[in-house]
Each structure stands twice: as structure tokens, then as C-alpha cells.
């Protein structure tokens, strides 16, 4: 999940790996806790929060403890940026992230795709601008805009107005 940790111009986005210890869903003035399984894509705009153990990162980059860190406190799937894979080193009794170097940079580029772009004087973040110009090229590029190919009728009655127009051109002034 994506966390902003700081305040004013020591304000940056950050990554926290969690566990999910119980999941409950916003009713009304109440919440009701889950206990069925979900699909990831069923949580979100459906007034989740999620209650996690933390894991903390260690010296070791993309290497993790479990449950170092405690927090009662629901939230809101606002903070939610994706799924990864950690593998238990028994020998450590560390976790680490399986296919380190790529989870690390999806997890980097999730982050930053949290934070408020500049564009829109952070009224929305860098996450939405991609998406709304992303939804603007395929719009622009959308068939029914493109200009349609000239078949081979078309081509022959172009040649023969050009072919007119060329000895209507040549032909001697009375």
C-alpha cells in the first residue's frame, strides 16, 4: 500500500508491504467484517478497509520481517496498489520478494503513480493523468476517425479527372 510519510517539502510517497489480518466493508454508519474469499477486483470502489501486519524492510534490499511493526488502524483500499509474491527464507527468517529486481520496480512505479501530479496543481494523481491521456490517444487513433483507403474504383475515377484536367490544360486556347 502507498503511504505519504512527511509533511511539505519533506513529503514523499512510500511503499508498505502488509499482510491482511482482517478485511471489512463500509456499511451505512457501520463496517462489517469479511471472512469470504474475494477477487482483488471485487474491493475496489466497494467501501473497503483492510486491518494489516506490516512487514519491515531490512538492511537487505527487497528483504523483509514480518509482523515487526503493529497497527490496529482499518484502511481504506484508496492505498492499495498491487499484489507481490515474498518467499520465506527459513535460514533468516527473512521474506524476500520473488523476482526481486522487477517487483521492486513495478512496486517504485505503482508509488509514483500515487503521487499528485504537478500538472493539475495535485488535484489528481500521476496515476489518473497517465490514464486520462492514455484514454485521449485511443480515442484519437479510434477507426472510425482515420481516413478510410482508396479502392481500386476510386483510384481509376481520381486518375481519369487528373488525366482530364491535364489535356483540358494542353489543349490550345480559341
Known sequence: MAFK???GKNARWVYWLGRV???YKKQKRSKVEVKRPLDVEEL???GFQVVA???TSTPQRGSYRFNVVGDPKPYDLDHFIGLVRLDLDMATDRYELHNKEEQLQALAAATRRTEPSKKSGGKKTIGEEEEAAAARR???TAEHL???AEGVDERNQRDQRAA???K???APLR
Open 5 to 7: 510519510e512527511g509533511t
Open 21 to 23: 489480518r482482517k478485511l
Open 44 to 46: 475496489f470502489g466497494g
Open 53 to 55: 501486519s506490516w512487514y
Open 138 to 140: 485511443v480515442q484519437q
Open 146 to 148: 482515420q481516413p478510410q
Open 164 to 166: 482530364e484536367r491535364a
Open 168 to 170: 483540358a490544360a494542353q
